[in-house]
């Protein structure tokens, strides 16, 4: 079944063969259509692979500057304030180029819905480290494994956060392997937002095969790696459900 507020003779996805992306856009996609927000939603889209999801949704949506998605969804908000804003955006537009964003953004406890994806790499510019390369991994500026000791572990975005969100921040990091998870997850995330009271990141780590060069038996073993360094659950919940 094909979530209603996809554009249909947009399909097939854009993406590169096995890429998680198609996995989370059709859960945000059905929780969209759960919660009847299409005529409301407004879709910040970052450059990378993110902005390929521009014409998968019958949303309206923004294409922004790299890393600057978050700050653009945080003024239309207070623009809007009855829009639905949803900031999509890679590891890089959260925690390198964009991180200075986000973190005022939490501090600021802007009611908006930011979604990272996380699958360890700068996979649109041809597979460079990340903030989440994993140690020892290897990508095309690291061809000998990342090493940390000289680059420092690998980044957690949302334990970042948390110190500077307030009661009402709602925190998660989910995995592509359970897209029922991450549909749930993302649903509690939009929700908090449509309270009017707080902040929402979901991480959600994802795979890059072609990047990763990778099978489909090895893509998820090293989903499976990066979900044991990176801790899945909610890390955070507004104060009210805690």
Request: glycine share 8%.
């Amino acid at each position: 079944m094909i979530p209603k507020c996809y554009k249909k003779e947009s399909l097939p996805h854009l993406f590169c063969p096995g890429c998680g992306y198609g996995v989370i856009l059709k859960s945000l996609g059905f929780t969209i259509d759960q919660l009847k927000i299409a005529h409301q939603t407004v879709l910040g889209l970052d450059i990378g692979c993110a902005l390929l999801a521009w014409n998968l949704f019958n949303v309206d949506t923004i294409q922004t500057h790299h890393g600057r998605t978050i700050p653009v969804m945080a003024g239309l908000k207070l623009a809007k304030p009855k829009a639905i804003a949803l900031a999509l955006v890679g590891d890089g537009g959260a925690y390198a180029i964009g991180l200075q964003s986000l973190l005022h953004s939490a501090h600021r406890n802007d009611p908006i819905t930011v979604i990272v994806v996380n699958n360890s790499l700068y996979a649109m510019t041809g597979g460079q480290m990340a903030p989440t390369t994993l140690e020892g991994e290897i990508t095309t500026t690291t061809p000998l494994g990342r090493d940390c000791q000289k680059t420092g572990l690998p980044f957690l975005g949302p334990e970042t956060v948390i110190p500077l969100t307030n009661q009402f921040a709602y925190i998660a990091r989910v995995s592509i392997r359970n897209p029922f998870v991450l549909e749930e997850t993302f649903k509690k995330a939009i929700l908090n937002q449509m309270k009017g009271k707080g902040f929402s990141l979901v991480e959600v780590l994802s795979v890059c095969p072609t990047n990763w060069k990778t099978d489909a038996e090895k893509t998820f073993q090293f989903l499976k790696e990066m979900e044991d360094y990176y801790r899945l659950g909610e890390i955070k919940k507004p104060k009210e459900e805690a």
